[in-house]
């Protein structure tokens, strides 16, 4: 049974980092795509971040480029966050797919976490 499984989420001020982390088990995760979208209040789920299979290729929103940083080691996803804004609130979400058909596209991932929730205040 495939399951995704994220933390390190929490209550921080602007300008602060945080580092989310996303245990995958169930099956070897080493060629899927792996990403993070987030769902602020109110809001639709929204791409964040992705990372390829083997050559780790990775793909950033415009919003968030240059400030989050995505990584994978083995079965575990990472998300570092630096700068965090207010707007970066939200609940994070890891998800992973042996293959995409768009990045950004949540309709394109068929495993998805339960979430982590991030605070950012101003």
């Known amino acids: 049974q495939v399951q995704l499984v994220e933390s390190g989420g929490g209550l921080v001020q602007a300008g602060d980092s945080l580092r989310l982390s996303c245990a995958a088990s169930?099956?070897?995760?080493?060629?899927?795509?792996m990403g993070w979208f987030r769902q602020a209040p109110g809001k639709e789920r929204e791409f964040v971040a992705a990372?390829?299979?083997?050559?780790?290729r990775t793909y950033y929103a415009g919003s968030v480029q240059g400030r989050f940083t995505i990584s994978r080691d083995k079965n575990t996803l990472y998300l570092q966050m630096n700068s965090l804004k207010p707007e970066d609130t939200g609940v994070y979400y890891c998800?992973?797919?042996?293959?995409?058909?768009?990045?950004?596209?949540?309709?394109?991932?068929?495993?998805w976490g339960e979430g982590t929730r991030v605070t950012v205040s101003s």
């Open positions: 998800a992973a797919s042996a293959s995409v058909s768009s990045y950004s596209a949540a309709r394109s991932y068929d495993y």
């Open positions: 169930g099956r070897t995760f080493s060629t899927f795509v």
């Open positions: 990372i390829t299979g083997p050559r780790e």
